[in-house]
């Protein structure tokens, strides 16, 4: 019936159906709110034109282009970037467009940002920080999908993934007793962070009688580490082992127990937390430490985006693995 | 005639006309430099879908809503990171949609990264990279603006921004000149990375008399800064000064030279290169050195690529300045 020289165009197709060329790629696409005769009729008109969508229209259709928003605390730092990587690597290299939203802890700011991310209709929205405490749900329409990474929604229908802390904390002390260390303490950050209380809690009960004294809580610095190295060896000369709440921390332990003529691991195993490379490879010695996944945790989250834009979203806070990773602070070369 | 429930968008125009959102923009803005031709089928395209401004259209049109596409050789770590952000600073922050593309750097990949992009759409592309040595430009069609970053193009006519290595190298060593210091050395990174080239040419230009014989190269690592140290010491026992490629070179310097004995600064001033505060503030002591000033520059190349896109194009290489930042490696607390 029809001849084509060049290939039929949405605008051809829309012309034949009597609608916009909106909402001909609309009918096509599955999206939007159109009556389902409207829909038919452009379907009968595409089919009648031979009309194949063109690139970006198939990469939309067949799943393949996200728009996703990225809200962090973190200033797109070390826990939002492997998670941002990870994501993409499940969404498609080069397929994610990321809009990135700072909220720097400010709700109003956070609002902000949602107002922009629903104008802009992203495919769907990651919420992560720097902080591993649960915060409040976010406030938007229920069609929008939304996974918390790292930092996980206060509200448990929500979809959110978070990283086995306590599991780490006790795989760090079981490792330092099984390598016959009995005089073991932990140095971690700040009180009132969760991160620093799960891990402590759970170092602590793996240590049981092993353990020197309290923990002792500082901030998430070398600094801190080497002074709490001093404390440590004034009040338990016997020392053998430290655990730490950060590599950061368990730098300035090993560089604090060396500056008091302690060999590390030969008298005093040292254990860090994170595996931050340029923190866990530069300290002398190398640490032993937890790594967290944040590359798995981010691929996790991009692929739970996907399922809920396909209609099956995941409700629920999934821990995902931590995983202790051997070098000499710990066990000597 | 027409059935919208959704009104159109100036993307959905913009896909009609066959040209990128912006210049959807600009046509129907009247502004920009655009051929009559483009000016006219954009409009017709607007005509068809009976397209009238939305808020997102405003926000483009008024210059706030951008899709960038970041190529990159750096894995979205420090270089890249400060860049993006001061990009996003320039272009509205959550208001800059990025496409971040990792080209690990293969020329492959690059290439299918480009046609992602262009099949994207994007307003502009941002070239950048964890190396200071230029680059072939990249191929794409002319009308998408490309600003190179920290990474220049080897085409002088492409608009690429350097940062002023051989300023801060020379304020670095100008520095300690001030300070009184006569026996000074220069500890860099490989002998084939432009960085340690153009930052150990200038050291050593600015040193003069004062160098105590050629500088050294090794790689950009804390561990070379200790074993720089160490050789330093038994060469020239008399020095007074070190000026160095990189934090983590001059971190391991001031490591080196403590366990040697000597004090720093008292004995030995060290200068470092990047002000990479995660490197920079942890040393012992805290290290005097060159802020490359990369949030400016990504600001920078925002502004420029919002300059092109409304059709002002700035070709050629801007140098941007960088900063020495004083601290206790260089003057006592």
Not at 215 to 231: I, K, T, V
Request: proline letters at 6%; aromatic letters at 4%; glycine letters at 10%.
């Amino acid at each position: 019936m029809t001849e084509s020289v060049v290939p039929a165009r949405i605008v051809d197709v829309a012309a034949l159906a009597g609608v916009s060329a909106g909402t001909a790629s609309k009918a096509l696409n599955g999206t939007g709110q159109l009556r389902a005769e409207t829909r038919e009729r452009v379907r009968r008109a595409a089919e009648q034109l031979g009309f194949t969508p063109d690139p970006i229209g198939r990469g939309l259709s067949s799943g393949r282009s996200y728009t996703v928003g990225l809200i962090t605390t973190d200033s797109f730092g070390r826990f939002s970037i492997p998670i941002l990587l990870g994501a993409e690597n499940a969404l498609g290299a080069g397929e994610m467009s990321v809009l990135l939203c700072d909220s720097r802890d400010d709700p109003l700011r956070e609002q902000h940002y949602l107002r922009t991310l629903l104008a802009r209709r992203v495919d769907g929205i990651i919420v992560t920080g720097r902080r591993t405490e649960s915060r409040p749900p976010i406030a938007i329409p229920d069609h929008v999908p939304v996974v918390h990474a790292f930092t996980p929604s206060q509200d448990p229908a929500d979809t959110s993934l978070t990283i086995d802390q306590a599991g780490g904390a006790t795989a760090a002390v079981a490792h330092v007793l099984d390598l016959g260390r009995r005089r073991v303490a932990h140095v971690t950050g700040p009180e009132d962070h969760h991160a620093a209380q799960v891990r402590r809690a759970a170092a602590e009960a793996a240590a049981g009688d092993a353990l020197v004294g309290p923990s002792l809580h500082g901030d998430w610095s070398e600094r801190w580490g080497r002074l709490a190295a001093d404390l440590l060896l004034r009040r338990h000369p016997d020392l053998d082992a430290v655990t730490c709440g950060s590599d950061q921390i368990a730098r300035g332990i090993c560089d604090g127990l060396r500056d008091a003529g302690r060999r590390v691991p030969e008298d005093v195993a040292v254990v860090g937390f994170d595996d931050w490379d340029v923190i866990a490879l530069a300290s002398r010695p190398p640490l032993t430490t937890v790594n967290l996944g944040l590359e798995a945790l981010g691929r996790r989250a991009g692929e739970l985006l996907l399922g809920a834009v396909a209609g099956h979203p995941s409700p629920g806070t999934t821990t995902m693995p931590t995983r202790l990773v051997v070098r000499q602070s710990s066990v000597p070369a």
